[in-house]
């Protein structure tokens, strides 16, 4: 069994920081692409940035140049520095996570983090 926790969501005002953490614990074999997600109300999950194991990272062009996502193997955590946030950033944060334990690979979700960008 697999789970992903993660921490670090609240309330930001618009242009300042915050730190998403996301960890993974269980019985991993190995980890492969670890991302964010985020759904704000109404809307479709989307891809806010994906790191491979090889450290490769992809970003959609809304939070390019503003969010920065990193891993750190030996603790299988995936971290996403969000900086300069605006107001649209605000939404459920949600960490995948591609991963082989003894019975298969098989992509799992954390539970979700708010996160509200506001004055």
């Known amino acids: 069994q697999v789970q992903l926790v993660e921490s670090g969501g609240g309330l930001v005002q618009p242009g300042g920081s915050l730190r998403l953490s996301c960890a993974a614990s269980?019985?991993?074999?190995?980890?492969?692409?670890m991302g964010w997600y985020r759904q704000a109300p109404g809307k479709q999950r989307e891809l806010v940035a994906a790191?491979?194991?090889?450290?490769?990272?992809n970003y959609p062009d809304s939070v390019k140049g503003r969010f920065t996502i990193s891993r750190d193997n030996a603790k299988n955590t995936v971290y996403l520095q969000m900086n300069s946030p605006k107001p649209e950033d605000t939404a459920v944060y949600y960490c995948n996570a591609d991963i082989r334990t003894v019975v298969g690979r098989t992509s799992y979700w954390g539970q979700g983090t708010q996160v509200t960008v506001s004055s």
């Open positions: 790191i491979t194991s090889g450290g490769s990272t």
């Open positions: 269980g019985s991993i074999r190995s980890m492969y692409t």
